[in-house]
């Protein structure tokens, strides 16, 4: 069977950092670009960034841009999201996804993904 799983979400203090994982297994990661989103309560699900299979491309949500860093590491078959000077609106279901044959906008803007995660929470609270 093929799965991602995300990992490393928690309650942290605005300002602090986390660092998510999403780790795949059934399936290798290389030939994927693979996206990180989120959904808030009472909100829609929204691209935060997306990285291409070779890591040579990548797309952040305006929201993030400077705060958030995408990066994959294929030998080990799992992407992260640094996620630095976290904010209460951050707050959100993060949820890993993969998919060929797109390019990082269109995963990111159209929320695409052949494959899902179930999601880890992140809260960012005082």
């Known amino acids: 069977q093929l799965h991602l799983v995300e990992s490393g979400g928690g309650l942290v203090q605005p300002g602090g950092s986390l660092r998510l994982s999403c780790a795949a297994s059934?399936?290798?990661?290389?030939?994927?670009?693979i996206g990180w989103f989120r959904q808030a309560p009472g909100k829609e699900r929204e691209g935060v960034s997306c990285?291409?299979?070779?890591?040579?491309?990548?797309n952040y949500a305006d929201s993030v841009k400077g705060r958030f860093t995408i990066s994959r590491d294929n030998a080990k078959n799992t992407v992260y999201l640094q996620m630095n000077s976290l904010k209460p609106e951050d707050t959100a279901i993060y949820y890993c996804a993969a998919r060929r044959f797109t390019t990082v906008q269109a995963m990111c803007v159209r929320r695409r993904g052949d494959y899902w995660g179930q999601g880890t929470q992140v809260t960012v609270s005082s």
């Open positions: 059934g399936f290798t990661l290389d030939a994927y670009a």
């Open positions: 990285i291409s299979s070779s890591s040579g491309s990548t």
